[in-house]
């Protein structure tokens, strides 16, 4: 767990405003993943990546995008399209495709409120 | 896709006694089935897991059970102590694929000191 951060730890939007979710990892992990989490719910998949300059749509992906050039970095952008954004959102990773990678490793977290 | 269920959603018990969480799932692919405990405003945290090889694994007082035929799986706490209380999660996926997580709807554990 401690390979993964993620900033900011609070993050405030405006109507209308698109923000960045920070997401980087040192552990070496080809995939990545972002899911949402809102109060009293599970995790639900918004994007995932299996390796560099690719990355799939979760389950609910409208209103996010990413971007995957680099294997450390996985950033989320939050747009305005999303019209209710507010929820705890978490970084995750593991070995990806390879044998036996299936365990994944969360990051701290980025609750994000709408101001 | 996968759906998994979870029950109970909240539940309680003495200091001492065990604690039992149930998991379904749809996908007959999936064959990966980690249990997480998360904490107020942390993040989750992976307690035990197992793959569908195995019908049973055991870390101390924790043990995860899966039947194959019915798609269940299950999380059992032994003489659980006040600083198990937190909320768990159960989760699915497939080996291969997207790989990612399908998780359950979680279970709120208090454990009464």
């Known amino acids: 767990d401690g390979g993964i951060t993620q900033s900011p730890k609070y993050l405030f939007r405006k109507e209308g405003q698109n923000v960045t979710l920070s997401c980087e990892q040192n552990?070496?992990?080809?995939?990545m993943y972002w899911y949402r989490q809102d109060p009293g719910q599970g995790l639900r998949l918004i994007y995932y990546?299996?390796?560099?300059?690719?990355?799939q749509k979760g389950d609910i992906a409208e209103g996010y995008s990413v971007s995957r050039e680099k294997k450390e970095s996985f950033p989320l952008t939050v747009t305005s399209a999303q019209k209710n954004p507010t929820a705890f959102y978490l970084c995750?990773?593991?070995?990806?495709?390879?044998?036996?990678?299936?365990?994944?490793?969360f990051g701290p977290g980025t609750r994000l409120l709408v101001l | 896709g996968e759906n998994v269920e979870q029950h109970p959603s909240t539940l309680s018990v003495q200091e001492g006694d065990s604690a039992v969480i149930k998991c379904t799932y749809s996908?007959?692919?999936?064959?990966?089935f980690p249990w997480y405990k998360q904490e107020l405003g942390k993040r989750p945290q992976l307690i035990i897991d197992?793959?569908?090889?195995?019908g049973e694994k055991k870390d101390q007082r924790i043990a995860v059970t899966l039947n194959k035929t019915a798609k269940h799986f299950s999380l059992h706490i032994t003489e659980t102590q006040p600083e198990d209380s937190a909320v768990y999660f159960c989760?699915?996926?497939?080996?291969?694929?997207?790989?990612?997580?399908?998780f359950g709807s979680g279970t709120r554990l208090q454990v009464q000191p």
């Open positions: 995750a990773s593991n070995k990806g495709l390879a044998g036996g990678g299936e365990t994944q490793y």
């Open positions: 552990l070496n992990h080809d995939a």
């Open positions: 990546s299996q390796i560099v300059n690719d990355f």
């Open positions: 996908d007959s692919a999936s064959n990966y």
């Open positions: 197992i793959r569908s090889n195995v």
């Open positions: 989760a699915a996926s497939m080996g291969t694929g997207r790989r990612a997580l399908t």
